[in-house]
T-cell receptor, first 111, second 112 residues
Framework: DQQVKQNSPSLSVQEGRISILNCDYT??????FLWYKKYPAEGPTFLIS?????DKNEDGRFTVFLNKSAKHLSLHIVPSQPGDSAVYFC??????????FGTGTSLTVIP | DAGITQSPRYKITETGRQVTLMCHQT?????MFWYRQDLGHGLRLIYY???????DKGEVPDGYVVSRSKTENFPLTLESATRSQTSVYFC???????????FGQGTRLTVV
């Protein structure tokens, strides 16, 4: 059973607008959340993370929001750029050693 | 070069053959992981290791074997490859709890 879900397989956004990628999780023991970006034929690269003691973390154009009561995570990219076009994976971990990944959302930023 | 590297990048093998995918990291990270990426499934954990000589199963371990005799290396072996093991395999490492993992560039394995 998928513990981390990304229900939107794809998203298209105009350049300069905001991209919002969503992620839901089921395990209330998850305490660390991450977003990864993946280009074709490359490995995933780390983008941003958030601990469960926070509800927001910013890094430049990227902001991650965590709503623990709703078990929901979102990534905001503003302004979106064509180079942001990639597959985005959210991931979560608990006190154990594993990351659990979602199935990914393919973002296309239209120039 | 510093970082995490996988070899080979591409591999075609026949059903029933044994194949080993290599993973090497230069950071002396404690944790190492093997994932496979398949359409509709995202990244699924095969095996992971918390330290040298310590390994544990992930979500999809059947048909795979790992070892970790040295901190920097974490090879993944398919003992008798099957077509269902055709996938892209990613190795990753992380220093400790609540830290990000760094991924290799992937190995695309095709079993014919």
């Amino acid at each position: 059973d998928q513990q981390v879900k990304q229900n939107s397989p794809s998203l298209s956004v105009q350049e300069g607008r905001i991209s919002i990628l969503n992620c839901d999780y089921t395990n209330s023991m998850f305490d660390y959340f991450l977003w990864y970006k993946k280009y074709p034929a490359e490995g995933p690269t780390f983008l941003i993370s958030i601990s469960s003691i926070k509800d927001k973390n910013e890094d430049g154009r990227f902001t991650v929001f965590l709503n623990k009561s709703a078990k929901h995570l979102s990534l905001h990219i503003v302004p979106s750029q064509p180079g942001d076009s990639a597959v985005y994976f959210c991931a979560a971990s608990d006190a154990g050693n594993q990351f659990y990944f979602g199935t990914g959302t393919s973002l296309t930023v239209i120039p | 070069d510093a970082g995490i590297t996988q070899s080979p990048r591409y591999k075609i093998t026949e059903t029933g053959r044994q194949v080993t995918l290599m993973c090497h990291q230069t950071w002396s990270h404690s944790y190492m992981f093997w994932y496979r990426q398949d359409l509709g499934h995202g990244l699924r954990l095969i095996y992971y290791s918390a330290a040298a000589d310590i390994t544990d199963k992930g979500e999809v371990p059947d048909g795979y074997v790992v070892s970790r005799s040295k901190t920097e290396n974490f090879p993944l072996t398919l003992e008798s490859a099957t077509r269902s093991q055709t996938s892209v395999y990613f190795c990753a490492s992380r220093q400790g709890m609540n830290t990000e993992a760094f991924f290799g560039q992937g190995t695309r394995l095709t079993v014919v």
